[in-house]
């Protein structure tokens, strides 16, 4: 009688431990990572009263700790963190970059600081580009609506995104070979690319400017911002490496 007592009362402890670190164990496990879900997670859930802002994780580079959140433009793949706070706040850190990858963001004037974390993983911290996506500019909202003067704009954009290609490729012989809406940003006006996103790039001797150019006009034609334009061309794209799943995301702050 007294064994069972004792046995009942064991398994009631160890059901309540289980219960009360669960949380805390599926948050932290790295297998069972899902990014949706994490933001919405913090440790306010024990009531420990350390009350954290959720959707903030720490990330160890070289045994530095940065601040960071999944950024808001992320794609299906999370590996762009924005830094909330310290040294680089403001600045996007991005893991599963390749040595390519830092090379050519460090040789644009681009790269903060790479490094690796715990896991091994790669990291590059980059500056905040001062430009923003095509349809986010004045310039395009003045003309959107129009098919004729909104491919128009597509012709000028191309125009002044394959000069920026052209002087950094010049510059460093980096090619930016991923020329999509998301990765050529523009100054209010149009009147000034900046190229983020050396996820895609090679360093070829020679490069035709024209082949460039009609990458770069088939990708922001292919974004569909604008009415169906009588000319447009669509050119095959880079053959750029897949994106890779994190497995490994920073711990929750
Ligand atoms: N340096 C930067 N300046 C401004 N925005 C940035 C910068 N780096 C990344 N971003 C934002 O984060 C988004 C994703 O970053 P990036 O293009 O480098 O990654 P990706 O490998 O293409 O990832 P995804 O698969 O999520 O698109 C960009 O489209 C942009 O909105
Ligand atoms: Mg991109």
Redesign the pocket.
């Known amino acids: 009688m007294r064994f069972s007592v004792t046995l009942v009362s064991f398994v009631f402890l160890f059901c309540t431990v289980l219960v009360w670190a669960a949380p805390v164990l599926i948050l932290y496990s790295p297998y069972d990572y899902d990014g949706s879900l994490l933001p919405s997670r913090s440790l306010d859930i024990r009531g420990t009263g350390h009350s954290r802002q959720s959707g903030q994780y720490v990330l160890k580079l070289n045994g530095q700790k940065i601040l960071v959140q999944p ?1 808001s ?3 299906a ?1 999370g ?2 963190y924005r830094v909330v706070d310290g040294h680089y706040a403001g600045a ?1 850190a ?1 893991a599963l970059v390749s040595e390519q990858e830092i090379a050519a963001t460090k040789a644009a004037g ?1 790269l903060l600081v790479d490094g690796s974390d715990d896991h091994k993983q790669r990291w590059a911290v ?4 001062p430009g923003k996506r095509l349809d986010q500019t004045s310039a395009y909202h003045r003309v959107h609506a129009d098919r004729t003067q909104c491919n128009a704009l597509l012709d000028h954009a191309a125009d002044v995104a394959t000069r920026e290609i052209m002087a950094v490729h010049s510059r460093t012989r980096w090619l930016h070979q991923d020329p999509s809406i ?2 050529i ?1 523009f100054d209010d006006g149009v009147a000034h690319a900046y190229l ?2 050396w ?1 895609c790039t090679s360093q070829p001797s020679r490069v035709d400017e024209r082949q460039v150019r009609a990458h770069v006009r088939s990708a922001l034609a292919q974004s569909g911002i604008c009415p169906k334009g009588p000319r447009d061309v669509n050119v095959a794209p880079f053959h750029c490496p897949a ?1 890779v799943t994190l497995k490994y995301p920073p711990k929750p702050a």
């Open positions: 950024n433009a992320q794609g793949h590996v762009v996007f991005k681009a980059i500056r905040a580009s998301d990765n940003l983020i996103d996820g994106p």
